[in-house]
């Protein structure tokens, strides 16, 4: 049950609602003045707290606002027996959800009691969930010690520690990566890094609606904007003013929409559909994408100028392949998570298990790892994690060929292997390295990672 703390200096009237809540099973403190009272609030930490308006050296107001200031703060209901439209705002504005007026009886006090203690109790829950939330998109969920994974924690750190002095919208930021990297788990750290972190995180999937359907998502609508537009909609846009608007698969997005979006981008002021006038926005983009949006440019499929003014901070998230010394890690910290979730002991990996993870193409990345080892936890309850619980075989990914007119390559290191068949490769298509990842089979991305790392230009 709660504890609840009464100050109220009539003593009979304090005893009798003591006695009252005890018997509900209620701890209940009682106090006579506001001194005494605040120094109770400080030792039994109340729920909930009953407060007279009159009382001895400090009136109630007083007390309430001493109350308000601590770290996790009591529901704080008044009574009094001079009760005014101005006593109920000056209460409310000190912090009182309720004022009742003497002479009470304990049935509406036990009415307003319980109302402060599922207000609190929803309160912690939704304090619970956002900690929650903060914590699992935090840098810290950022699995991985590779060099790789160390630079783009610094990257988000760079990114969304820049905000203008002049109050004005963020610069925008685009993730890119294959699918299953965490794009997402990366947009929402950007998020919780920042000056951002307590301001409203809002996303939308682009691929996951037509058209006409995000626009309103969107931009929101007024009443009667078109015939099922019963009531006005907020849009996703003004929802995040203040925090952060994540637009996934920005690379799906509809060309009449995009030269909406880059409108938004240059003066950030949104327009509901149907309405006269423009609403001023302070609103961070984060975009991602796995497409290469340079080749959508090129294909007529998406708009040149949208694209630079998105990637005025452009993370690229390295496929799973690209760090594989981050793969035991990773599936430690899943198994951990899995027997946690399925309430089972956390299944050790014997070294066959970890050779076939690391060796493993990944071409679903960390999502893919995940599944793989849940189908794992779930097939085998005790024991250890071995090679053949994985069944990996079948879906290890055979590396396309480059080409029938690359010449053969002489035996040596894995690093120079590499590097060879890249220069080949970036030899046969000119130096285009959009051309050139089409035919090594991987992502534009992929490719300049590989680039930079073997310290090739095109």
């Not at 529901?75 to 006593?87: E, F, K, N, P, Q």
């Not at 049935?107 to 009691?113: G, I, P, Y």
């Not at 307590?198 to 931009?219: M, Q, V, W």
């Not at 290890?396 to 390559?409: D, E, M, N, W």
Request: charged content about 25%.
């Amino acid at each position: 049950m709660a504890t609840l703390l009464v100050i109220e200096d009539e003593q009979v009237l304090a005893k009798n609602i003591a006695k009252f809540f005890e018997k509900s099973g209620h701890l209940v403190e009682v106090a006579h003045d506001g001194a005494v009272g605040i120094q109770a609030a400080e030792r039994v930490q109340p729920d909930v707290v009953i407060v007279d308006f009159q009382l001895p050296g400090m009136d109630g107001l007083e007390v309430i606002r001493v109350l308000r200031q601590y770290e996790d703060p009591a529901r704080i209901i008044m009574v009094t027996g001079h009760a005014s439209v101005t006593l109920a705002v000056d209460a409310m504005k000190a912090g009182s959800m309720d004022l009742l007026t003497k002479p009470v009886t304990l049935q509406s006090l036990k009415d307003a009691v319980d109302r402060a203690l599922s207000e609190r109790g929803e309160r912690r829950a939704l304090d619970y969930y956002r900690q929650r939330d903060a914590r699992q998109a935090s840098l810290d969920a950022l699995v991985g010690t590779s060099a790789a994974m160390q630079s783009l924690r610094d990257l988000i750190r760079t990114a969304s520690s820049v905000e203008p002095m002049d109050q004005s919208p963020a610069a925008p930021i685009l993730v890119l990566g294959e699918t299953g990297t965490g794009k997402e788990l990366v947009a929402r750290a950007c998020h919780q890094t920042g000056a951002r972190a307590k301001a409203p995180f809002i996303e939308i999937n682009c691929a996951a609606l037509p058209a006409h359907l995000i626009e309103g998502e969107l931009f929101g609508f007024e009443k009667g904007a078109f015939t099922d537009a019963h009531a006005r909609k907020i849009g996703l846009i003004e929802a995040a003013d203040g925090g952060t608007l994540f637009l996934d698969e920005i690379g799906e997005l509809d060309l009449a929409l995009q030269a909406k979006l880059l409108r938004v981008l240059e003066n950030f002021r949104v327009r509901r559909l149907g309405a006269l006038a423009d609403r001023q926005v302070n609103v961070r983009i984060v975009a991602a994408t796995n497409r290469d949006l340079e080749a959508q440019v090129q294909d007529g499929r998406f708009r040149a100028d949208l694209m630079y003014r998105l990637k005025v901070f452009q993370i690229n998230i390295p496929p799973l392949r690209a760090r594989t010394e981050d793969i035991a890690g990773l599936a430690r910290y899943f198994l951990a998570q899995l027997a946690n979730r399925y309430g089972r002991t956390e299944l050790p990996l014997d070294d066959s298990a970890l050779a076939a993870l690391v060796s493993h193409d990944w071409p679903g990345n960390v999502r893919e790892l995940r599944n793989v080892l849940e189908r794992a936890v779930l097939l085998r309850r005790t024991g250890v994690l071995c090679a053949a619980d994985f069944h990996l075989n079948s879906s290890v990914r055979t590396p396309q060929p480059i080409a029938h007119t690359l010449a053969p390559l002489e035996p040596m290191s894995l690093d120079a292997l590499e590097r060879e068949h890249l220069q080949q490769a970036l030899r046969q298509c000119s130096g285009n390295v959009s051309k050139a990842a089409l035919v090594l089979g991987i992502s534009r991305d992929t490719l300049r990672y590989r680039m930079e790392r073997h310290g090739l230009k095109r």
